[in-house]
C-alpha cells in the first residue's frame, strides 16, 4: 500500500483502487472518480466494530449476531410497550 501512497507506481487500477478502497474503508467509485459519497450516507451502528472487521467475519457468525441484536431489539420493543400500559 505505501508504494501507492508514496507514488512509486502507475499502476492503480481497477483492482488495486478496490484493494484501496476496502484498505481505507471508502467507496471504490468514490475513491476512482471522487463522485458520490466516500462512506454510505447511513451511519454504522456498532462504532466499535468497523464495517471492514464486520465484512471479514464468517457469514454464519454474521447471521447469528444479527439474530441477537433482532432479539434484543424486539426484548426491548415488548419492555417499552409494557412501560407505556402501565403509564396509561
Same mark, same amino acid.
Given at each position: 500500500m505505501t508504494y501507492l501512497l508514496d507514488g512509486a507506481t502507475k499502476a492503480f487500477?481497477?483492482?488495486?483502487?478496490?484493494?484501496a478502497a476496502r484498505f481505507l *474503508?471508502? +467507496?471504490?467509485?468514490?475513491?476512482?472518480?471522487?463522485?458520490?459519497q466516500p462512506r454510505p450516507l447511513t451511519p454504522w451502528p456498532f462504532p466499535m466494530i468497523l464495517p471492514g472487521q464486520w465484512?471479514?467475519? *464468517?457469514? +454464519?457468525?454474521?447471521?447469528?449476531i444479527e439474530n441477537n441484536v433482532a432479539g434484543e431489539w424486539m426484548r426491548l420493543q415488548q419492555q417499552s410497550a409494557s412501560s407505556w400500559k402501565q403509564a396509561a
Open positions: 487500477n481497477a483492482a488495486n483502487n478496490c484493494k *474503508d471508502v +467507496d471504490a467509485f468514490w475513491l476512482a472518480t471522487g463522485e458520490g465484512a471479514q467475519l *464468517d457469514a +454464519d457468525f454474521r447471521r447469528q
